[in-house]
């Protein structure tokens, strides 16, 4: 036909697109439907084509297909031609081999490290290009469960898989996880196969591991004789490396600071800092959405379902509604059904002391003096905890710390695709190479050059290009400072904040707005419809297309009718401007409160006015000065607070606007500060706050933004 409709289960709403003429519809992996778009190649014409590919649900995507000629391979001693083509799938390689009937016998994506042969091809598998250096998977494995005893006699559960007919002492590669072991097996398999003995453990309390399950606490401990047992094994050669991503990336850096003599090097993918910049807290903010919705995964074990409706089901859940209530404290009982002590816990403790000194590792990674290797995404939720490791591992003598950082998100893979943004194919990065060539240098003695190659690689979106440098900051970039100011005011998007290279004396001194925690400024990139509109369009058949303007719209319609919410737009760029690396913003205000918020947001904006969201920070300003020791504000006094933007890299185009906005909250991202110097997660009780952001030239509000040079 030509319209699809979707029902999404958990909004009992229909949706309804248009296809496009000569569709093809598509399934990840589904072979038969991939032929069908290879039976409409134009074999006469060649080169690249392009072919419409209804993705389920509701998503057109243009698929790109190159005939690369034939190739002749022996199959079980016979010789046999085979036709080759190069698909790029939202911006992911894939080879495909096919008979001379577009029968597809191979299906092989190379960054994603995923292939699908058809039985009896098996040996189409070895035409992968790759590093002759490269540990090469020619061994079979077999896999033991131990219960490793830890210090004080509680066992932890973990899957080790050993090569078969490895000679010698083999090196040790650890995944620690709070996920389930099991959902990891592949990538203990893939180092198995490879020379490696690979170990997959569940952290203390979780699914087979004994033992009292709280978040941070007892990682380092746990992390440190883990690797201990695993190194003195009689068929260990003593070095054992780390890798995993998320809380895999953070127990790795628990355990390296605690020092443990067989750790050997680490690789922490997307890792977050310590819990007080950005989950639970970020910056003395409470992370109120990230800190729930991370919880419910741990608590209902969602990641023990293989479909992902588990999660999906957690994601959806209305938390504008949810999160409503006050004291914040009380919200896991209807968060989780019931009291949740470490959820408590992390709530009493609203200062950067006592119990969070057990999980804070950042100010003793200076003393770290193994490899590392850093991996992040401008795009990742955790990314302002490779910002952060990176510069405390700078300060130490340690000459090989290595960071990656594409357009990607909170993963350990990478992709040229972004949602609706396609960036050159030179983004899909093959990380997965890198990762087994440092294990190879670093734990096998190969000397494959690895350390010879740039340390620092950082993606420039819309440029499209990795920058290179031994070092970050980048040296080729300079810190420029970019000014607010507003002639008749800055309240909503459809006031006149400009942001401008050079002061402007000439404008207003100052804006003010009010701040009401009864009524907090909503997050307008967190989408979501009202009761009214739900009750109005209950019955519709929605339009695809009409939902994405909707949820692109809802930016707007929360910044042209907020007074809370400070805009600033630089005017149409008259040529492009890069940034790569970390960013920050110097705001200086006064409150009428004793204790109050400040965000802010940087985004891109093209000449149509769409935004595309890059980061944000936060700060509470109690903690202006140390996360440690809290100071009130003096209500009315100017104020410097410096705000942490995290880090990007992208290029503004001629004709785009570089975009900030300014206000006291974010909700339901972040939980209410309640403006009367009390405990904003265990308190009721608020005032309204009168906000002032000064642009004079005593106190010129700026951003400051990372510029490569010309």
């Given at each position: 036909?030509?319209?699809?409709?979707y029902?999404?289960?958990?909004e009992?709403?229909?949706?309804?697109?248009?296809?496009?003429?000569?569709?093809?519809?598509?399934?990840?992996?589904?072979?038969?439907?991939?032929?069908?778009?290879?039976?409409?190649?134009?074999?006469?014409?060649k080169?690249?084509?392009?072919?419409?590919?209804?993705?389920v649900?509701?998503?057109?995507?243009?698929?790109?297909?190159?005939?690369?000629?034939?190739?002749?391979?022996?199959?079980?001693?016979?010789?046999?031609?085979?036709?080759r083509?190069?698909?790029?799938?939202?911006?992911?390689?894939?080879?495909?081999?096919?008979?001379?009937?577009?029968?597809?016998?191979?299906?092989?994506?190379?960054?994603?490290?995923?292939?699908?042969?058809?039985?009896?091809?098996e040996?189409?598998?070895?035409?992968?290009?790759?590093?002759?250096?490269?540990?090469?998977?020619?061994?079979?494995?077999?896999?033991?469960?131990?219960?490793?005893?830890?210090?004080?006699?509680?066992?932890?559960?973990?899957?080790?898989?050993?090569?078969?007919?490895?000679?010698?002492?083999?090196?040790?590669?650890?995944?620690?996880?709070?996920?389930?072991?099991?959902?990891?097996?592949?990538?203990?398999?893939?180092?198995?196969?490879?020379?490696?003995?690979?170990?997959?453990?569940?952290?203390?309390?979780?699914?087979?591991?004994?033992?009292?399950?709280?978040?941070?606490?007892?990682?380092?401990?746990?992390?440190?004789?883990?690797?201990?047992?695993?190194?003195?094994?009689?068929?260990s050669?003593?070095?054992?490396?780390?890798?995993?991503?998320?809380?895999?990336?953070?127990?790795?850096?628990?355990?390296?600071?605690?020092?443990?003599?067989?750790?050997?090097?680490?690789?922490?993918?997307?890792?977050?800092?310590?819990?007080?910049?950005?989950?639970?807290?970020?910056?003395?903010?409470?992370?109120?959405?990230?800190?729930?919705?991370?919880?419910?995964?741990?608590?209902?074990?969602?990641?023990?379902?293989?479909?992902?409706?588990?999660?999906?089901?957690?994601?959806?859940?209305?938390?504008?509604?949810i999160?409503?209530?006050?004291?914040?404290?009380?919200?896991?009982?209807?968060?989780?059904?019931?009291?949740?002590?470490?959820?408590?816990?992390?709530?009493?403790?609203?200062?950067?002391?006592?119990?969070?000194?057990?999980?804070?590792?950042?100010?003793?990674?200076?003393?770290l003096?193994?490899?590392?290797?850093?991996?992040?995404?401008w795009?990742?939720?955790d990314?302002?905890?490779?910002?952060?490791?990176?510069?405390?591992?700078?300060?130490?003598?340690?000459?090989?710390?290595?960071?990656?950082?594409?357009?990607?998100?909170?993963?350990d893979?990478?992709?040229?695709?972004?949602?609706?943004?396609?960036?050159?194919?030179?983004?899909?990065?093959?990380?997965?190479?890198?990762?087994?060539?440092?294990?190879?240098?670093?734990?096998?003695?190969?000397?494959?050059?690895?350390?010879?190659?740039?340390?620092?690689?950082?993606?420039?979106?819309?440029?499209?290009?990795?920058?290179?440098?031994?070092?970050?900051?980048?040296?080729?970039?300079?810190?420029?400072?970019?000014?607010?100011?507003?002639?008749?005011?800055?309240?909503?998007?459809?006031?006149?904040?400009?942001?401008?290279?050079?002061?402007?004396?000439?404008?207003?001194?100052?804006?003010?707005?009010?701040?009401?925690?009864?009524?907090?400024?909503?997050?307008?990139?967190?989408y979501?419809?009202?009761?009214?509109?739900?009750?109005?369009?209950?019955?519709?058949?929605?339009?695809?297309?009409?939902?994405?303007?909707?949820?692109?719209?809802f930016?707007?319609?929360?910044?042209?009718?907020r007074?809370?919410?400070?805009?600033?737009k630089?005017?149409?760029?008259?040529?492009?401007?890069?940034?790569?690396?970390?960013?920050?913003?110097v705001?200086?205000?006064?409150?009428?409160?004793?204790?109050?918020?400040?965000?802010?947001?940087?985004?891109?904006?093209?000449?149509?006015?769409?935004?595309?969201?890059?980061?944000?920070?936060?700060?509470?300003?109690?903690?202006?000065?140390?996360?440690?020791?809290?100071?009130?504000?003096?209500?009315?006094?100017?104020?410097a607070?410096?705000?942490?933007?995290?880090?990007?890299?992208?290029?503004?185009?001629?004709?785009?606007?570089?975009?900030?906005?300014?206000?006291?909250a974010?909700?339901?991202?972040?939980?209410?500060?309640?403006?009367?110097?009390?405990?904003?997660?265990?308190?009721?009780?608020?005032?309204?706050?009168?906000?002032?952001?000064?642009?004079?030239?005593?106190?010129?509000?700026?951003?400051?933004?990372?510029?490569?040079?010309?």
């Amino acid at each position: 036909g030509d319209k699809a409709d979707y029902t999404n289960l958990n909004e009992g709403q229909v949706y309804s697109t248009q296809l496009t003429a000569g569709h093809i519809l598509y399934d990840s992996f589904g072979m038969p439907f991939d032929s069908i778009m290879l039976k409409q190649y134009d074999m006469q014409k060649k080169g690249k084509q392009s072919f419409p590919r209804y993705l389920v649900p509701l998503r057109i995507v243009d698929f790109k297909v190159e005939y690369m000629g034939t190739d002749i391979r022996k199959i079980k001693e016979k010789d046999i031609t085979f036709m080759r083509f190069d698909m790029d799938i939202a911006g992911v390689a894939v080879q495909v081999w096919t008979d001379n009937n577009y029968k597809i016998d191979m299906f092989n994506s190379p960054t994603q490290y995923a292939a699908f042969v058809r039985d009896g091809y098996e040996e189409l598998l070895s035409v992968r290009s790759e590093d002759p250096l490269m540990s090469k998977p020619k061994y079979e494995f077999e896999k033991k469960t131990e219960m490793i005893s830890m210090r004080d006699g509680v066992k932890l559960s973990t899957d080790i898989y050993f090569p078969r007919n490895a000679e010698g002492k083999l090196p040790v590669v650890l995944m620690r996880t709070p996920y389930k072991k099991e959902m990891m097996e592949l990538k203990g398999e893939y180092y198995a196969r490879r020379g490696y003995v690979a170990a997959i453990q569940d952290c203390r309390g979780r699914f087979a591991s004994e033992g009292k399950w709280e978040p941070f606490i007892n990682e380092p401990q746990d992390g440190y004789d883990s690797i201990e047992w695993l190194g003195t094994q009689e068929w260990s050669n003593g070095k054992v490396g780390m890798i995993g991503a998320s809380y895999g990336g953070w127990v790795q850096l628990w355990a390296a600071v605690e020092k443990p003599p067989h750790l050997t090097t680490i690789i922490p993918n997307v890792a977050p800092p310590d819990p007080f910049y950005n989950i639970p807290y970020e910056y003395g903010s409470f992370y109120l959405f990230g800190a729930a919705w991370w919880a419910q995964i741990l608590e209902t074990e969602a990641t023990n379902e293989i479909s992902g409706s588990a999660i999906q089901n957690i994601t959806n859940r209305k938390y504008e509604q949810i999160l409503k209530k006050l004291p914040v404290i009380d919200l896991d009982k209807d968060i989780f059904g019931k009291t949740n002590e470490y959820w408590r816990k992390w709530i009493q403790n609203n200062v950067n002391t006592g119990y969070w000194n057990k999980s804070n590792f950042m100010s003793r990674l200076k003393d770290l003096d193994i490899p590392v290797f850093l991996q992040s995404g401008w795009f990742d939720g955790d990314g302002i905890g490779t910002k952060l490791n990176y510069m405390e591992l700078k300060k130490s003598k340690n000459k090989n710390i290595k960071l990656i950082i594409g357009p990607w998100g909170h993963a350990d893979t990478s992709s040229a695709t972004l949602g609706e943004i396609k960036f050159d194919s030179n983004a899909a990065m093959d990380l997965q190479s890198l990762y087994l060539r440092w294990f190879d240098y670093w734990l096998k003695g190969i000397d494959n050059k690895i350390t010879e190659e740039p340390l620092v690689q950082v993606y420039t979106m819309f440029s499209n290009k990795w920058e290179a440098a031994s070092t970050y900051p980048l040296p080729q970039t300079e810190p420029i400072k970019y000014y607010l100011s507003a002639k008749k005011g800055a309240n909503t998007s459809k006031g006149d904040g400009t942001i401008t290279v050079t002061p402007n004396e000439k404008g207003k001194p100052f804006d003010r707005y009010i701040y009401d925690p009864g009524d907090p400024t909503p997050c307008p990139f967190y989408y979501y419809q009202s009761e009214e509109e739900k009750k109005k369009e209950s019955e519709a058949v929605r339009d695809i297309e009409e939902l994405k303007k909707e949820r692109e719209g809802f930016h707007n319609r929360i910044t042209d009718t907020r007074n809370d919410i400070l805009v600033f737009k630089t005017e149409p760029l008259k040529e492009a401007v890069t940034v790569a690396g970390p960013m920050s913003a110097v705001i200086y205000a006064s409150s009428s409160a004793k204790d109050t918020d400040w965000f802010v947001s940087i985004m891109d904006e093209d000449e149509k006015g769409e935004l595309l969201q890059l980061n944000r920070g936060t700060l509470r300003a109690r903690f202006r000065n140390s996360t440690q020791t809290p100071e009130m504000l003096e209500p009315g006094k100017i104020y410097a607070f410096t705000i942490d933007l995290w880090q990007t890299g992208m290029t503004f185009q001629e004709g785009h606007r570089i975009r900030i906005e300014i206000s006291s909250a974010l909700f339901p991202l972040f939980s209410r500060n309640l403006n009367t110097g009390g405990h904003n997660e265990m308190d009721t009780d608020y005032v309204k706050a009168t906000q002032t952001i000064y642009y004079s030239k005593e106190y010129p509000s700026h951003i400051i933004l990372p510029v490569l040079k010309k």
